[in-house]
């Protein structure tokens, strides 16, 4: 079976530079052809001496793409040393796929199961990064919640919940996320309230 294209190299326009319109389209229609397996075109003049080079280029292509093509299909057969087990399209298969997706999650999560890290990981962790986070602070946090975060969902990467505790330090933020409030110089907020009312 022909291929559906064959390739046009950027070195056939230097060939091609003395060839008048009509007698380029001429070749490009025969290079067409030939590589389609059609009839040859006829070609009259200076196209049909190029033409002869351009059709070796062309046969050398299609073996080397069927050499190509045959040694895949060689090697899809062994398959590990093993005949290779091929489907019958529109047979009836042995589960149903809904079934298959589901044992492939199961599967997935087994594999992703947390264990949580002792303490003495988290605080080697911390000195490692030199991190700005508190390892016993943090420890205790999630330690307390059953390693959940504060929206109730289980903790995945506890590398990546100590990260965000080192971004929140730096905006100065408390784990909430929100901005830690600092009492105004000379006492706490609600001494400023009574000392200057409700105007801060």
């Known amino acids: 079976m022909a291929r559906e294209f064959f390739c046009a190299y950027h070195s056939y326009l230097n060939a091609m530079r003395k060839l008048s319109d009509a007698e380029c389209g001429r070749l490009f229609r025969a290079m067409l052809s030939y590589s389609a397996g059609e009839q040859l075109i006829k070609l009259q003049g200076r196209e049909e001496v190029l033409f002869d080079v351009f059709a070796d280029q062309i046969d050398r292509d299609n073996a080397r793409y069927e050499a190509k093509c045959k040694k895949n299909r060689e090697n ?103 901005p830690v409030k600092e009492s105004p110089p000379g006492g706490t907020a609600e001494t400023s309230k009574q000392k200057y009312g409700n105007y801060i």
Do not use: H, M
Not at 96 to 119: A, L, M, N, Q, T
Not at 162 to 170: A, M, S, V
């Open 76 to 178: 899809g057969s062994k398959a590990n040393g093993t005949e290779r087990r091929r489907t019958v399209p529109n047979a009836p298969q042995e589960k149903d796929k809904e079934e298959e997706k589901g044992e492939i999650k199961k599967e997935r999560k087994k594999k992703k199961s947390f264990s949580p890290p002792s303490f003495e990981e988290v605080e080697a962790y911390c000195k490692e990064r030199n991190s700005s986070v508190d390892p016993k602070r943090f420890f205790d946090y999630y330690n307390a919640g059953g390693w959940n975060d504060n929206k109730g969902n289980s903790v995945k990467n506890w590398k990546q919940k100590l990260i965000t505790w080192e971004t929140r330090n730096e905006r100065g933020e408390s784990n909430a996320g929100k």
